[in-house]
């Protein structure tokens, strides 16, 4: 197998551009997707302060790598969520990535600061944990990038994530979360811009960015998140990308550009107010984030 | 396993709406969920005209069957598309059946009526025979229901045919595919209505239909259909049905209720005219059968 560019041995292919790279072009392959992304989705713009959100994987620090390498400086978001020895090895290597490069590095403890962990409200919704998980970090980092000034927030999803969860939306026709489901969400007040540059690149291009950039990342999955829906979507676009690569992105792109915007623009119809407990703009009186909060201290 | 309806002992269950059924109650289930679909889409009226399309296939029979179980008197069209000894079982079990009932049952031979066969045509296009077949089937049909005064086009697509196609159309974002997936097709100059009575129930009930009502019919898979696209995607939709039953009914009827309009009146733009060949209303000059037909021929 060769550098498609060079013709030097490669170490990874990526079959739905059918290329093969050596390590040097290989980053610059993903260098060139996440510009791409940033250009095509107009993500970001020069005086931009950017906030990442930090989990100590392997998307969220190849993320705020590649920011760097494309001149884009930010600083970075990371949660405690409480999750056992999966939380503390993951805040372990997000603080090693950041302190190695002298990067600001902020931390919300969500038990220090908010009373809970997230086992604590998968165990008082009698939900699946990663619906109380999503929540809270959604809210957390809208909330820090407001009251700290940042006018962008940046999450690691990356190709695999974004492709199980329209699978998952489209199965389902879930109108709403299809309206939602964009590369870039705008700015609207309350509410720092959403921007996921990593939407060009899949699950195995980031893990292999991670080792040849010698980015030392949380490699187990969150134990609570086993046998989640969304790795059983996962499981069947692989299949489906093996039989025919480019599948997922044709599906999440050809979203972006055909479907996305037939669905937009349903929820605007209920105006936003703010929490009569935190103050976040929220449909209702009391936002979701509180509303998990109670139902937490209820049970405790 | 018990009847959900007489609690005698049951011979199926349908996960999908929690239920098990004794042989008679079954048969009940298939006529009300054919009832059902014809009725919520709105699908015929008491003075139609109907023709079924009739393959051989157990849906194509079990269809006609209901139908006239529902009392709406139908004739049947039978294409002899030259598949070999497929499609001699085919024949053989469509005539089998409508003789046994004394219904009319139509029949058009693609070889001896227009030169040529399925697989003269997969040789010709150097595609896959589907594609073809497909086209070919949907011309013919709409050619002698319009010539013959018939009103409607009734198909046997079942559930899992619609998933299967609906899956494909939407990893490829096909706006225009999406558009015209409908259960029913309204009638328009040049075109029967198409219906399709049988979107409500799934392939594995439609056989235990055939097979509790001694319907014979042609139990082979075709032989070109091997490893075509449409049946990966109904591996694939078995696996996610199989984990969380009610997955394909969510999918395809959430489509028709939510999504389906969204992708409705595109194609308008391209105004239709007579096929300067065979005069079917064609967005082009010559219809895509009649190029189908002259590639044949020109190979030949």
């Known amino acids: 197998m060769k550098c498609t560019v060079c013709r030097g041995p490669a170490v990874i292919d990526v079959r739905r551009h059918n290329a093969a790279f050596c390590p040097d072009h290989f980053i610059v392959h993903c260098r060139d997707q996440v510009r791409r992304a940033i250009t095509e989705h107009d993500m970001l713009s020069p005086d931009d302060r950017v906030l990442v959100a930090v989990s100590g994987g392997k998307d969220s620090l190849a993320l705020w790598d590649l920011l760097a390498a494309l001149d884009v400086p930010a600083d970075g978001l990371h949660l405690r969520l409480g999750i056992g020895d999966y939380s503390t090895e993951s805040t372990r290597a997000a603080r090693a990535y950041a302190s190695a490069r002298g990067w600001t590095l902020h931390e919300v403890d969500l038990d220090a600061d908010w009373g809970f962990t997230i086992p604590d409200a998968a165990a008082a919704t009698h939900r699946v944990p990663c619906s109380a998980c999503g929540l809270s970090k959604r809210h957390l980092c809208n909330q820090y990038a407001v009251e700290h000034g940042y006018d962008v927030v940046a999450t690691g999803h990356n190709l695999d994530d974004e492709a199980a969860v329209l699978l998952g939306n489209v199965l389902r026709w879930e109108t709403g979360y299809l309206g939602r489901q964009q590369p870039v969400l705008p700015a609207a007040p309350g509410f720092a811009r959403k921007v996921k540059p990593l939407v060009r690149l899949g699950e195995r291009e980031l893990a292999a960015y991670c080792v040849i950039r010698r980015i030392d990342y949380q490699v187990e999955e969150c134990p609570l998140a086993s046998g989640n829906r969304h790795l059983a979507y996962k499981e069947v676009l692989n299949g489906l990308e093996h039989r025919s690569p480019g599948t997922k992105a ?23 107010q703010p929490c009569a407990t935190c103050g976040a703009p929220t449909p209702g009186e009391v936002c979701a984030f509180c509303r998990l909060r109670a139902r937490v201290a209820e049970r405790q």
Chains 1, 2 share one sequence.
Request: glycine content about 14%; cysteine-free; proline content about 4%.
């Open 250 to 272: 044709a599906f999440v792109h050809g979203f972006f550009a055909r479907g996305q915007t037939r669905f937009t623009g349903e929820d605007t119809a209920t105006p936003l």
